[in-house]
């Protein structure tokens, strides 16, 4: 082999082989190699600076990248998604910034990768299979079956494995900006409902009302009864239990109106004696050869009219609607008394007899009206009491009496459905064979409503099954089906709950009619479904952080390297050409001119090599 001379030593020369296709040179012969002196285009082995600049540049332009898309995606969150073009241009703006992510990263793993391997080279020893695989690992998944090169440059493999898992992030992340929907607020001009009762203008559409007979007076008007409608509103309303559904004018929209509503107060001293001396009288009304044995539900309207709201004021009546003259001795009140269970912290909870007093109110509606698919939801925004309506008790032709008789026919249609009462009772005349001893009573409207199913009728049907109350103030026994889809249908609440609730179920209940609410043009808030951006940056932030602190890892491994070998490495044509110029290592087989693929076939004597500061030496040779 051709040695240079000692003052060539200072030099360092490449080989000019001179030999033609069919005749093979032999490397070992220095007489055939020409040393030719390169020496002034070599330079003193160092770190190329611009090796490393570019695997950490690389990171952070990935770094940057998956930044940049989290700040993107949120300032997107809420916004109107808009025309498919602008669908379109999100996208591909997030889909840019995940592939900016993946260029950056798997670039500064791929350098990474390349300053490890040539570190591992220098400490392993592999086939010239086992280099093939090692410098295809970053370019094939088929090196990763290669046990030699998974036995010897380990975390070389490692890092070559991370490069092609990379990507599985940016499939993450675009997938974190999606379509949801919102709702909206908007002003706008509509069709809604308007409901009139308060117009004294349309007052001969609640109530009726005749003519006074004071001729001197003509235009005066008497308030005799409710119009039919509104009666057959209230009991659909008290039979669901909830309001009648409106005409959808708009998906979704807010209502502000005022109407009636019936609020209902613990009754003062005073009032629930006027209630126990009523109830009393009912008794001694009933046929005398029936006594009542318990009085569990008693209402009625009290007649105000000769005392007016002094309960104090002599003995009060009960109105009677059904009279012929009922509506000129009445009130906007409904008084009542029940047995209500109540804890005993010393033993089972005993009934306590309960009086309410319930006043008729103008309210000031709020009501969020949707209507998603066809069905009707409805929720209260705000319902404010404003005034006690007082009862009409006489002729009068004023705005405020006709508005005060249209508020008077709720009333009266609602109190319809709950006067009355429900008791036990035993019949002294009673045999074995003339019928029974004693029995339950309901002579009430109470019962075709939903609010039968009040907790404070309980101790009725406790006393009608001869259960006994526990504790909780519960039937101690089953409670039968039928009593138990009542329970659900008030959702075991109180009269006083139920009652307002029913109150203000009967005034939504007359936006459903035309009469009663026409349509009106109005400017109102109207809440639209719109489609916004809806952003997920957990997961965006979890798979990139997944995968930039494995790159970093990568990166840092990558600069050791670069430290351990002294030099900055490459996996270029001059660089391998550098590494493989032992003439040792041409005899594979038959040297041939070709860049063709050399086959297993072609490998059967394969040399087993590491790398040495200036290239490939061959260790030994191994029969395959």
């Known amino acids: 082999m051709y040695k240079p001379d000692e003052k060539e030593s200072s030099s360092s020369y490449f080989y000019e082989i001179d030999f033609t296709p069919t005749e093979r040179p032999d490397i070992r012969n220095s007489q055939q190699l020409r040393p030719m002196d390169f020496s002034s285009a070599v330079r003193e082995s160092r770190i190329y600076w611009i090796s490393p600049a570019l695997m950490l540049l690389t990171y952070l332009i990935g770094l940057a990248a998956a930044a940049g898309q989290h700040c993107f995606y949120s300032s997107l969150v809420g916004h109107y998604v808009g025309n498919i073009d602008q669908q379109q241009r999100v996208l591909r703006y997030g889909t840019t910034f995940a592939f900016a992510t993946q260029v950056g990263l798997v670039s500064s793993v791929g350098i990474a990768y390349t300053q490890c391997l040539w570190s591992a080279l220098r400490r392993a020893n592999l086939s010239i299979r086992g280099l093939d695989a090692a410098f295809g690992a970053y370019n094939t998944l088929l090196s990763f079956f290669n046990v030699e090169m998974l036995a010897n440059v380990k975390v070389p493999s490692l890092i070559a494995l991370l490069a092609w898992c990379l990507p599985i992030a940016s499939l993450i992340t675009p997938a974190t900006l999606s379509v949801g929907l919102d709702i909206r607020d908007r002003a706008v001009m509509t069709d809604v409902f308007s409901l009139n009762i308060s117009d004294p203008n349309q007052a001969h559409r609640y109530s009726y009302t005749v003519p006074s007979h004071d001729s001197s007076r003509p235009e005066d008007q008497l308030f005799l009864r409710p119009r039919t409608v509104i009666a057959r509103l209230t009991v659909a309303a008290a039979t669901t ?63 105000l009219s000769r005392s007016g709201i002094d309960a104090n004021a002599g003995v009060i009546q009960v109105a009677n609607h059904s009279d012929t003259n009922g509506a000129a001795h009445g009130s906007n009140e409904l008084w009542l008394r029940f047995q209500r269970y109540q804890a005993d912290p010393h033993g089972p909870a005993v009934l306590r007899s309960h009086s309410l007093q319930c006043q008729l109110y103008n309210t000031s509606y709020q009501v969020n009206f949707s209507f998603v ?94 259960l006994y109350p526990s504790k909780n103030g519960t039937s101690s026994g089953k409670v039968s089906d039928q009593r138990a889809e009542d329970i659900a249908l008030a959702r075991n609440r109180t009269f006083d709950v139920l009652i307002e609730e029913l109150s203000a179920n009967i005034t939504l209940s007359l936006l459903s009619s035309d009469l009663l609410s026409p349509p009106v043009t109005a400017n109102v808030t109207t809440a639209e479904p719109i489609n916004v951006y809806i952003y997920h940056p957990k997961n965006l932030l979890l798979a990139y952080g997944i995968a930039l602190f494995l790159a970093l890892i990568a990166v840092v491994l990558g600069a050791c390297a670069y430290v351990s070998n002294g030099v900055s490495h490459s996996n270029s044509f001059s660089s391998i050409v550098r590494a493989t110029r032992n003439p040792d290592l041409l005899d594979i087989d038959q040297l041939q001119a070709s860049t063709a693929i050399l086959l297993d076939r072609q490998a059967k004597s394969q040399k087993v090599l590491r790398l040495r500061n200036h290239g490939f030496v061959v260790l030994q040779e191994e029969k395959i």
């Not at 005022?258 to 009288?281: L, W």
Request: glycine share 6%; aromatic share 12%; hydrophobic share 35%.
């Open 241 to 303: 239990g909830q309001a009648r559904e409106t005409e959808s004018f708009s998906q979704i929209f807010v209502d502000r109106f005022f109407g009636p509503v019936v609020k209902c107060k613990d009754a003062s001293a005073n009032v629930a004696k006027q209630i126990h001396d009523a109830t009393e009288r009912s008794k001694m009304a009933v046929d005398k050869s029936v006594k009542e044995i318990q009085n569990s539900y008693f209402a009625f309207v009290p007649d």
């Open 373 to 466: 698919q066809g069905v009707q939801s409805i929720q209260w925004k705000e319902l404010v009491p404003l005034n006690i309506i007082p009862y009409p008790d006489g002729p009068s032709s004023s705005d405020q009496s006709d508005m005060e008789m249209a508020y008077t026919a709720f009333m009266w249609t609602l109190s319809d459905q709950l006067t009355g009462s429900i008791g036990f009772y035993s019949n002294s005349t009673a045999s074995a064979s003339t019928g029974v001893n004693s029995f339950s009573d309901i002579t009430t409207g109470l019962q075709e409503t939903a609010l039968l199913g009040s907790s404070d009728l309980q101790s009725f049907f406790d006393y009608n099954h001869n």
